[in-house]
Every structure is written in structure tokens, then in C-alpha cells.
């Protein structure tokens, strides 16, 4: 349980330190969250997105080492999104060729194109990404990538908070690695059940 606050701090840590815009930089606006192959969250901040918009899209035998996935679309979210502003990145664990963790992060970025405050509509909000790899095998979408980033007027800032949070997740996804390497999966996911299991007693 410490290992993974202590993952998920470091994977907030790096975003905070690398990301371009202040809504992330210094306002802070922002959350990771570590997930079992259940689905199920296993760290204690105060919120996050979810997992299984992602696996419904992108079931767990079709991932890949190196694989990044993308969402902001609230309405395919399973409620794991706000509004279209929270920009959402997952990044698959691996151990011996098997999916069995995610590290996820999401957040509130400058811009995504769309009206003010005064939209009437949902269209009008900005661009709105159903789950997509942004990478695929380590390979990014060039081409996803240019569209999010032509549909905001601080198109850098978009894209520097979208490097940051790639490479934070994937850094906290090898250290997931790493704990299951350490230990074994048996018995990292024997802790997974009773962090739940605490967690319920203790609601």
C-alpha cells in the first residue's frame, strides 16, 4: 500500500514539475490513480477517472507494452469524466505478457477548443475524444496528436501537458512493474484484494 502512494506521488510529482500549462503547473489541477487488471482503484486521493471506459474500447488481450490510451469524452467516460477540459491518459502494467495493472492521470488543461461559458450544447464545449491509443506500441498517433492540439488556441501548453502526463504515467507503470517483479503476482494481487478489503471495512 505504501509503494503505491508512493508511486502515484512521484507520478503527480512529475506532471506538477514538467507540465507547460499553469492550470496543471501551478494550479495543481490534476490526479493520477494506479488500478488493478479488475478494474478496481487502489490508491486513496480524492478522486480520478476511471479504467473501464478504456478496457470496453480496448479489451485487456488487445493491449501492448508501450501502449497509451487517450479520453475526454463524458458521455463514454462511465462517469469518470467532468467535463471535457479533464484530459485523460492510461498506460497498461505488464507482468510476463499479461495486463495487470493500470497507472492513469487526468486533468483540467487551458483549452480544448469550443465557446466560453456560454454554450448551449455539447458540441459547442470543444473536442471530444472517445478512448483512442495515443500510442500504440510505443508508436505515437501523430495524427491524433494534431488534432487535439490544432483544436486549442494554446496548442503547446495542450501538448506540453500531454508529453508530461505520458511520460509520468509510463515512469509510474514500470514502477508498478517493478513491484510485481519484486514480489510476484500472486502476491502483489493478494495485496491489491486486501487494500479493497480494508478500504470497504474501514467505509
Same mark, same amino acid.
Given at each position: 500500500?505504501?509503494? *503505491?502512494?508512493? #508511486?502515484?506521488?512521484? @507520478?503527480?510529482?512529475?506532471?506538477?514539475?514538467?507540465? +507547460?500549462?499553469?492550470? #496543471?503547473? %501551478?494550479?495543481?489541477?490534476? +490526479?493520477?490513480? #494506479?488500478? %488493478?487488471?479488475?478494474? +478496481? !482503484? *487502489?490508491?486513496?486521493?480524492?478522486?480520478?477517472?476511471?479504467?473501464?471506459?478504456?478496457?470496453?474500447d480496448f $479489451?485487456?488481450?488487445?493491449?501492448?507494452?508501450?501502449?497509451?490510451?487517450?479520453?475526454?469524452?463524458?458521455? &463514454?467516460?462511465?462517469?469518470?469524466?467532468?467535463?471535457?477540459?479533464?484530459?485523460?491518459? &492510461?498506460? $497498461?502494467?505488464?507482468? %510476463?505478457?499479461?495486463? @495487470?495493472?493500470?497507472?492513469?492521470?487526468?486533468?483540467?488543461?487551458?483549452?480544448?477548443?469550443?465557446? $466560453?461559458?456560454?454554450?448551449?450544447? @455539447?458540441?459547442?464545449?470543444?473536442?471530444? @475524444?472517445?478512448?483512442? !491509443?495515443?500510442?500504440?506500441?510505443?508508436? $505515437?498517433?501523430?495524427?491524433? #496528436? /494534431?488534432?487535439? &492540439? /490544432?483544436?486549442?488556441?494554446?496548442?503547446?501548453?495542450?501538448?506540453?501537458? *500531454?508529453?508530461?502526463?505520458c511520460a509520468?504515467?509510463?515512469?509510474?507503470? /514500470?514502477?508498478?512493474?517493478?513491484?510485481? !517483479? /519484486?514480489?510476484?503476482?500472486?502476491?502483489?494481487?493478494?495485496?491489491?484484494?486486501?487494500?479493497?478489503?480494508?478500504?470497504?471495512e474501514t467505509?
Amino acid at each position: 500500500e505504501g509503494t *503505491l502512494a508512493a #508511486i502515484e506521488a512521484e @507520478v503527480e510529482e512529475a506532471i506538477g514539475r514538467t507540465a +507547460r500549462s499553469p492550470m #496543471i503547473r %501551478d494550479q495543481h489541477d490534476y +490526479r493520477a490513480g #494506479i488500478h %488493478d487488471r479488475r478494474l +478496481r !482503484k *487502489l490508491t486513496g486521493r480524492s478522486y480520478s477517472a476511471l479504467v473501464h471506459p478504456v478496457v470496453r474500447d480496448f $479489451p485487456l488481450h488487445t493491449m501492448r507494452q508501450g501502449d497509451i490510451l487517450f479520453h475526454n469524452d463524458v458521455y &463514454t467516460s462511465e462517469g469518470g469524466i467532468g467535463h471535457m477540459p479533464d484530459l485523460c491518459v &492510461t498506460v $497498461p502494467v505488464f507482468s %510476463d505478457g499479461e495486463v @495487470v495493472a493500470f497507472v492513469q492521470a487526468f486533468g483540467h488543461h487551458d483549452d480544448i477548443g469550443g465557446m $466560453p461559458s456560454n454554450a448551449t450544447s @455539447v458540441f459547442q464545449e470543444g473536442l471530444m @475524444v472517445p478512448p483512442i !491509443k495515443l500510442y500504440d506500441g510505443g508508436v $505515437p498517433n501523430e495524427a491524433a #496528436i /494534431r488534432i487535439i &492540439t /490544432r483544436n486549442s488556441r494554446l496548442p503547446d501548453h495542450i501538448a506540453g501537458d *500531454l508529453d508530461a502526463e505520458c511520460a509520468a504515467t509510463s515512469m509510474g507503470a /514500470r514502477r508498478v512493474e517493478e513491484l510485481f !517483479k /519484486r514480489y510476484g503476482r500472486e502476491t502483489v494481487e493478494e495485496c491489491f484484494d486486501a487494500i479493497i478489503a480494508n478500504t470497504s471495512e474501514t467505509f
